[in-house]
Nanobody, 125 residues
Framework: VQLQASGGGLVQAGGSLRLSCAAS????????MGWFRQAPGKEREFVVG????????YYSDSVKDRFAILRDNVKNTMYLQMNSLKPEDTARYYC???????????????????WGQGTLVTVSS
């Protein structure tokens, strides 16, 4: 499966953005889909993941209550709604797929086999 992330941009602190991750084909129910981010000079960081079949989600503490992951099975698209953005949210955001039929959402990027190209989010103070 190919993933295409989009929707990044420049936003002021406190603002909102919605990122999209479009898959090239139907996302199998066994997949776990995730969003990661990577700031300059830092390691890739888990943001949120969702079991596609059940919708069960797992958020990192840094974004909990501010970000929400949304699914559209008809459009084979996943969204990341980001609210109350902070300068420390500035990063390139990547969507990814874990096709291993895992039962739980992994926060380890090495567990994800397919990656989108990333979209840059810049939050100004």
């Amino acid at each position: 499966v190919q993933l295409q992330a989009s929707g990044g941009g420049l936003v002021q602190a406190g603002g909102s953005l919605r990122l999209s991750c479009a898959a090239s084909e139907r996302i199998p129910s066994t997949y776990i889909m995730g969003w990661f981010r990577q700031a300059p000079g830092k390691e890739r960081e888990f943001v949120v993941g969702v079991r596609w079949t059940s919708g069960i989600t797992y958020y990192s503490d840094s974004v909990k209550d501010r970000f929400a992951i949304l699914r559209d099975n008809v459009k084979n698209t996943m969204y990341l709604q980001m609210n109350s953005l902070k300068p420390e949210d500035t990063a390139r955001y990547y969507c990814a797929a874990d096709i291993s039929r895992a039962e739980v959402v992994s926060t380890n990027p090495r567990e994800y086999e397919y990656w989108g190209q990333g979209t840059l989010v810049t939050v100004s103070s």
